[in-house]
């Protein structure tokens, strides 16, 4: 049984520029919820989609933003990069019990 | 609002100890509460899952037990071998389709 998929596993950027973040999530799970994980704040939830529908969102300015595709594949994107968006992005699917976590996606911003 | 803390953030024992890591939140209304072990770098492994509902869970070398009249879950690792060395991440889940609340995590390191 597939876990939970994300790519790429690691991107450098630019200040100013955007970038594109996918999750592939277990067969069968239609919620999917993303997480940034930094050392000074650990991890803060950013949102979550179920049936292509954001159903929560946490505190993050509108420069992330996500969707989720009818096959519950979700991507997340964030644009005019800062550097403090530096992190490691994980990606979580579950069928409403416990979280089944990706290997997440490290992005560099320079 | 939900806190989640884990105290200690770090801690070091030798080879064949058993380990106690704890967690304490702060609103005992709560659907469930997760364990989680992550690697440098790496993604969340998924321990154990404890529903609202439960006391404990058990799995091989590992017990979560969870009292949610005193905000407090502790989870158990008989006979710690070097490779369980990780950050121990605790988490809770205020309702079915809510966001996961964590804690800061434990750094534990076995030596051998």
């Known amino acids: 049984k597939a876990g939970v998929t994300q790519t790429p596993r690691y991107l450098i950027k630019t200040r100013g520029q955007q970038v594109t973040l996918s999750c592939s999530p277990i067969?069968?799970?239609?919620?999917v919820s993303w997480y940034q994980q930094t050392p000074g704040q650990g991890l803060q939830f950013l949102f979550e989609y179920f049936s292509e529908t954001q159903r929560n969102k946490g505190n993050f300015p509108g420069r992330f933003s996500g969707r989720q595709f009818s096959n519950s594949r979700s991507e997340m994107n964030v644009s005019t990069l800062e550097l403090g968006d530096s992190a490691l992005y994980l990606c979580a699917s579950t069928l409403g019990g416990g979280y089944t976590f990706g290997s997440g996606t490290r992005l560099t911003v320079v | 609002k939900q806190e989640v803390t884990q105290i200690p953030a770090a801690l070091s024992v030798p080879e064949g100890e058993n380990l106690v890591l704890n967690c304490s939140f702060t609103d005992s209304a709560i659907y469930n509460l997760q364990w989680f072990r992550q690697d440098p770098g790496k993604g969340l492994t998924s321990l154990l899952l404890i529903q609202s509902s439960q006391r404990e869970q058990t799995s091989g070398r590992l017990n979560a037990s969870l009292d949610k009249s005193s905000g407090r879950s502790t989870l158990y690792i008989a006979a710690s071998q070097p490779g369980d060395s990780a950050t121990y991440l605790c988490a809770v889940k205020a309702d079915s389709w809510g966001k996961l609340q964590f804690g800061a995590g434990t750094q534990v390191v076995v030596t051998p």
């Open positions: 067969s069968g799970h239609r919620s």
